[in-house]
T-cell receptor, first 115, second 112 residues
Framework: AQSVTQLGSHVSVSEGALVLLRCNYS??????LFWYVQYPNQGLQLLLK??????LVKGINGFEAEFKKSETSFHLTKPSAHMSDAAEYFC?????????????FGQGTILTVHP | EAQVTQNPRYLITVTGKKLTVTCSQN?????MSWYRQDPGLGLRQIYY???????DKGDVPEGYKVSRKEKRNFPLILESPSPNQTSLYFC???????????FGPGTRLLVL
C-alpha cells in the first residue's frame, strides 16, 4: 500500500522568501516520487521527480526536493519565491510492486505569494 | 504538438443519464489514467490502463467504467451518474506506469 501526506493545505510566503512544502510518504517498496504543480484552471504539470538516482532532485522554475528515506520525506523547496509561483502543489508516489501503475496523490498545498 | 485532449470540457447532466468523457493522446503512450479532483482530497485515481485491452482499478473505481480498444483513446463512462460524481476529471498518459504523466486540461462535471 502507498500513501502521501502533505502537511499544510495552505502556505503563504512573501516574495523573495524561502518556499518549503512538506510531503511524507508511505510505501512498502522503494518509491518513485513526484511533485506536480497546478495553476488556476489548468491541468497538472511535472515539477520534478525522484527515481532512485540522486537524492537531491532539481526541477523546473528553481524548485528542488530532497529524498530522505529515514524520514520518509520528499519536501519541496525554492530559495526565493516569485509571484508566479502561486499555485497548488501536489506530491505523488508510485511504489511499483503490486501497486505498479497506481499513482497516489497528496491532498495538495496551495501556495500564496505576497508582494 | 504533443498533448492530451479531453471532451467535453464542461458538462451538466442529470442523475442516471449515461455519459462518456473522451480522452485522447498523440504521444503513442502505453499508459493512460483517469483521476478525479475534489477540494481537500487532491487527485484520486479512478482507473488506469497499462496498454490496449489492459485496464485496472485505481482507488475510487465505483460508478465508473473504462475501455482501451485503441492505444490513443481511453474513454471514461458513467453509466448512471449520481450527484457524488460531481467533480473535476483529469486524464493523463505516460510511457509507463512510473514515468512522468502528461495531463489533459480537465473536464468539469456537474450531476444534478
Amino acid at each position: 500500500a502507498q500513501s502521501v501526506t502533505q502537511l499544510g493545505s495552505h502556505v503563504s510566503v512573501s516574495e523573495g522568501a524561502l518556499v518549503l512544502l512538506r510531503c511524507n510518504y508511505s510505501s512498502s517498496v522503494p518509491p518513485y516520487l513526484f511533485w506536480y504543480v497546478q495553476y488556476p484552471n489548468q491541468g497538472l504539470q511535472l515539477l520534478l521527480k525522484y527515481t532512485s538516482a540522486a537524492t537531491l532532485v532539481k526541477g523546473i522554475n528553481g524548485f528542488e526536493a530532497e529524498f530522505k528515506k529515514s524520514e520518509t520525506s520528499f519536501h519541496l523547496t525554492k530559495p526565493s519565491a516569485h509571484m508566479s509561483d502561486a499555485a497548488e502543489y501536489f506530491c505523488a508516489v508510485s511504489a511499483g510492486g503490486t501497486s505498479y501503475g497506481k499513482l497516489t496523490f497528496g491532498q495538495g498545498t496551495i501556495l500564496t505569494v505576497h508582494p | 504538438e504533443a498533448q492530451v485532449t479531453q471532451n467535453p470540457r464542461y458538462l451538466i447532466t442529470v442523475t442516471g443519464k449515461k455519459l462518456t468523457v473522451t480522452c485522447s493522446q498523440n504521444m503513442n503512450h502505453e499508459y493512460m489514467s483517469w483521476y478525479r479532483q475534489d477540494p481537500g482530497l487532491g487527485l484520486r485515481q479512478i482507473y488506469y490502463s497499462m496498454n490496449v485491452e489492459v485496464t485496472d482499478k485505481g482507488d475510487v473505481p465505483e460508478g465508473y467504467k473504462v475501455s482501451r480498444k485503441e492505444k490513443r483513446n481511453f474513454p471514461l463512462i458513467l453509466e448512471s451518474p449520481s450527484p457524488n460524481q460531481t467533480s473535476l476529471y483529469f486524464c493523463a498518459s505516460s510511457r509507463g506506469g512510473q514515468k512522468t504523466q502528461y495531463f489533459g486540461p480537465g473536464t468539469r462535471l456537474l450531476v444534478l
